[in-house]
């Protein structure tokens, strides 16, 4: 099992910056990815972006590229999605989540991300 906990989050002016992190802990030695997802009022989880925890590489879904950029600390087996130029249209409940299935960055599911942490709300007012 592995356990992810979030942190960071909370309210920012469009224009602003926000910085998530997640920290994981239990058989963290089984995870080859971490990723992050949102879900918006009335919308469908969506993958925000990923990340390689070995290599560092990184993935990211269109709408986020260039403002948001994951990054690791092997270290403390923490993720961290920092959220630059945030609009409106990122206002979600964001969560982190690990997968211990090895895919090419662009070719992982939803499904497999195997562990979740609790989410966390980011609200980005106008």
């Known amino acids: 099992q592995v356990q992810l906990v979030e942190s960071g989050g909370g309210l920012v002016q469009a224009g602003g910056s926000l910085r998530l992190s997640c920290a994981a802990s239990?058989?963290?030695?089984?995870?080859?990815?971490m990723g992050w997802f949102r879900q918006a009022p009335g919308k469908e989880r969506e993958f925000v972006g990923s990340?390689?925890?070995?290599?560092?590489?990184?993935y990211y879904v269109d709408s986020v590229k260039g403002r948001f950029t994951i990054s690791r600390d092997n270290a403390k087996i923490t993720v961290y999605l920092q959220m630059n130029s945030l609009k409106p249209e990122d206002t979600a409940v964001y969560y982190c989540?690990?997968?211990?299935?090895?895919?090419?960055?662009?070719?992982?599911?939803?499904?497999?991300?195997?562990?979740w942490g609790q989410g966390n709300q980011v609200t980005v007012s106008s």
């Open positions: 239990g058989r963290t030695q089984t995870v080859y990815t």
């Open positions: 989540a690990a997968a211990n299935t090895f895919r090419a960055l662009q070719s992982y599911k939803e499904t497999d991300f195997g562990f």
């Open positions: 990340i390689r925890f070995s290599s560092g590489s990184t």
